[in-house]
């Protein structure tokens, strides 16, 4: 990053805040905090900005208009000068604004009046039992009478409780009418009114709100606030219909205006970083490294000559500029979950592109079927389609949205994945495997034996590569940064780690011993190539014409104390460093074993819907690409103790159940698992984050476009 320092005269204020608009990376340093200066007062046109803008979004609230997305064809404004942008938004508060705010007080009006119909309405429902008049209901000279509902429980103790305070004069009546509710009326002497309150609230009865003005017998009244109820609902229909052809007419008009206030608003707001003297103004900020000279050149061609600028590596701590991230838009839903576990910072290496392939790479060794993987990838293109349409799929629904990319490479992974373990919505017996070794079935009908343990050396072996890339990512990082000691902290650990990996798979896994051998010799590890052939002398690995002894002091004793000096130099914090090396060379690599389980819990979940009552088969025909099959014409299996060969077939009930619960749950589990393994296996080699995102000045247009940067047959378009 690099710091710009602009120097204008003070007429030139607007221009040099469009050029910085313009530009859109230029992230203001607080100049005037530094240097001490009082904040200036706003002129009275910028004070006029805040005030409309709150009438304009009452205007974009009422006619219910959506700023948040993309309309009609924007709308050519000139802004050159903040009166021109009043000026504009004026024209139309005063054309709409009288008529709105009319309209709103009508339909504010109607409801409130629809609303009262309705619960006299309700009231006179409910005392229709007790055919009273309501126009008794209230307090006079001699009487005090009122009417509610109540549990049914507690009207014996009501009627009991009001006869003994009144001594038996009052005139009560009740009648059930839901389970559980009974409504009743009383009547008793006005002087008894304040002990009957009391006794009312004690035992839970909800007084009727009768309102004023109401008088007649219940079914009257229920007529009569049902028609007033109807001609207030065609009122109010009306109304609405009045407001959408508002809205119609001039909805762009004024979404136009709220836009072009908002981005005045920030306008305003912005100066606040800007430092002023009494002919000039200073305005200072980060910018990418790069983009200097665009920025030179957009300040020159709105300001002209009166302008100086000048670009400064910062001396100071690197870690108080902000990060700017660089990556493709593709794989903004990747840069996320990065920047979810924290910003980069300047000593760190951005790991978003990375981790765009290997995310969903580990996702789909987990989740590896072919059908359900389908699914998401549809999901993914859904989401990104709707995205791309404007549309808004709510704050649950819009993770998916904001993550449409990165589901369908998972989609596309999870894929690849089930072609290469075969599996089509949970069932084995669809696709064949293109990775033999994992065939479920042998040809004797007879589950695999094996298929377990190639799966868990696979898992490891994957685990092991992403903890090597991770350990190669820290030592190329610490050489950029000259950082030399820690560089050799990180060449000493991958140093170490693939001696100790070659150690487990060129000699052997299951004894140490091995290891301090004198006499024998060392076989290379190659990933993958290994995998159904054992270990050491396999026929795969390439003989090391050394004894293991001397194969673990050198690959491993010694880079292990390399190791534990140079990271002890460097005090605590390095005797911490070697630590967490020491302890992560064996539980970080064998917590990659959750690829191998949650795949296994993949396959037995599917192998149960699979199993339910076989209501309605699909079977496939045999499909082979460039002699490749991937629908056999047939799979063994075993009835009776005996191997038969049957058609490549699907249950369809057990997929289609399986898929639901299997889908959401283990995929949920899978994504959780992927993200920890990257978070805390992988993150810990290399990424530290703490650092702070790029926050420039920008401003987004979706409904205006400034006429400064608009051709004129293009303005006369718009217009």
């Not at 509710?181 to 609230?201: C, E, F, G, T, W």
């Not at 704050?395 to 989609?411: D, V």
């Not at 006499?519 to 993958?528: S, T």
Request: charged fraction near 20%; hydrophobic fraction near 45%.
């Amino acid at each position: 990053m690099v710091i710009a320092k602009v120097v204008s005269h003070r007429d030139f204020e607007r221009q040099v805040v469009m050029a910085l608009e313009e530009f859109g990376l230029f992230e203001f340093i607080d100049v005037r905090q530094q240097v001490g200066l009082s904040e200036v007062k706003r002129s009275r046109e910028e004070e006029t900005v805040f005030s409309v803008l709150d009438r304009c979004s009452n205007l974009v609230s009422f006619l219910k208009l959506d700023v948040r997305h993309h309309g009609r064809l924007p709308t050519v404004i000139d802004d050159t000068s903040l009166s021109g942008s009043l000026d504009y938004v004026g024209g139309v508060i005063k054309s709409v604004e009288p008529e709105t705010l009319e309209l709103e007080k009508s339909i504010a009006s109607a409801g409130l009046e629809l609303e009262r119909q309705r619960g006299t309405r309700d009231i006179a429902v409910s005392l229709k039992p007790l055919r009273l008049d309501l126009a008794r209901i209230g307090t006079t000279e001699y009487t005090f009478t009122t009417a509610g509902v109540l549990p049914t429980a507690h009207v014996t103790q009501l009627q009991w409780s009001l006869s003994e305070v009144t001594e038996g004069a009052l005139a009560f009546r009740s009648i059930a009418v839901r389970k559980g509710v009974s409504v009743a009326s009383i009547s008793v002497p006005v002087d008894r009114k304040p002990a009957v309150l009391r006794i009312l609230s004690a035992l839970g009865f909800e007084t009727f709100e009768v309102p004023e003005k109401t008088a007649g017998r219940p079914d009257e009244i229920v007529k009569a606030a049902e028609e007033r109820m109807a001609d207030l609902e065609r009122e109010l229909d009306q109304l609405e219909s009045k407001r959408k052809s508002i809205a119609n007419e001039w909805g762009q008009r004024v979404i136009a205006a709220w836009e072009i206030l908002d981005i005045e608003r920030r306008r305003v707001e912005v100066k606040s970083f800007f430092a002023y003297t009494e002919h000039s103004l200073k305005a200072w900020g980060w910018i990418p490294e790069g983009t200097e000279e665009r920025l030179e050149s957009l300040l020159r061609e709105r300001v002209g000559t009166a302008i100086e600028v000048k670009f400064d590596r910062p001396d100071f701590a690197e870690e108080e500029s902000p990060t700017y991230l660089t990556n493709p838009s593709f794989m903004k839903a990747t840069q996320g979950v990065v920047t979810a576990y924290g910003v980069p910072s300047k000593h760190d290496i951005d790991p978003t592109k990375l981790m765009f392939i290997s995310f969903p790479l580990i996702f789909g060794l987990v989740f590896a079927d072919v059908g359900q993987g389908f699914i998401i990838l549809l999901i993914g293109l859904g989401a990104w389609r709707s995205t791309r349409k404007g549309q808004d799929w709510g704050s649950t629904l819009g993770y998916l949205q904001t993550g449409a990319q990165g589901l369908m490479m998972m989609g596309v992974f999870a894929m690849l994945g089930g072609f290469l373990f075969g599996s089509f919505f949970g069932s084995e017996t669809v696709i064949e495997p293109l990775w033999p070794l994992f065939v479920h079935t042998l040809e004797d009908g007879k589950a695999n034996p094996y298929r377990s343990a190639h799966m868990l050396k696979l898992s490891i072996e994957i685990g092991v590569i992403h903890i090597t890339l991770g350990i190669l990512l820290s030592l190329y990082n610490k050489l950029k940064h000259h950082a030399y000691r820690e560089a050799m902290v990180s060449l000493s650990y991958v140093w170490m780690y693939l001696g100790f990996v070659n150690l487990v798979f060129g000699v052997s896994y299951n004894s140490v011993n091995s290891w301090f051998s004198s006499a024998g010799a060392v076989y290379m590890w190659i990933p993958f190539l290994g995998i159904g052939h054992g270990t050491g002398n396999n026929g795969i690995y390439p003989m090391l014409p050394i004894s293991p002894f001397i194969f673990t002091l050198a690959a491993f004793i010694v880079p292990f104390v390399l190791m534990a000096v140079t990271s002890m130099k460097g005090g605590m914090d390095g005797a911490v460093i070697f630590l967490e090396n020491s302890i992560g060379t064996i539980s970080h690599t064998v917590s990659y074993a959750r690829i191998f389980a949650l795949n296994t819990v993949h396959v037995i979940l599917s192998s149960i819907f699979m199993s339910l009552p076989a209501i309605f088969v699909i079977y496939f025909p045999q499909i082979s690409i460039v002699g490749v099959n991937i629908v056999p014409a047939g799979f063994w299996t075993e009835v009776a103790g005996e191997p038969v060969l049957i058609s490549p077939q699907m249950p369809l009930l057990g997929a289609f159940i399986g898929s639901i619960i299997v889908g959401v749950l283990e995929g949920l589990l899978a994504f959780m698992h992927t993200l920890r393994l990257h978070f805390v296996e992988w993150f810990s080699k290399f990424y530290h984050a703490g650092g702070v995102a790029f926050a420039p000045y920008h401003v987004s247009r979706l409904h205006t476009v400034s006429s400064k940067v608009v051709p004129a047959t293009q303005t006369q378009l718009a217009t």
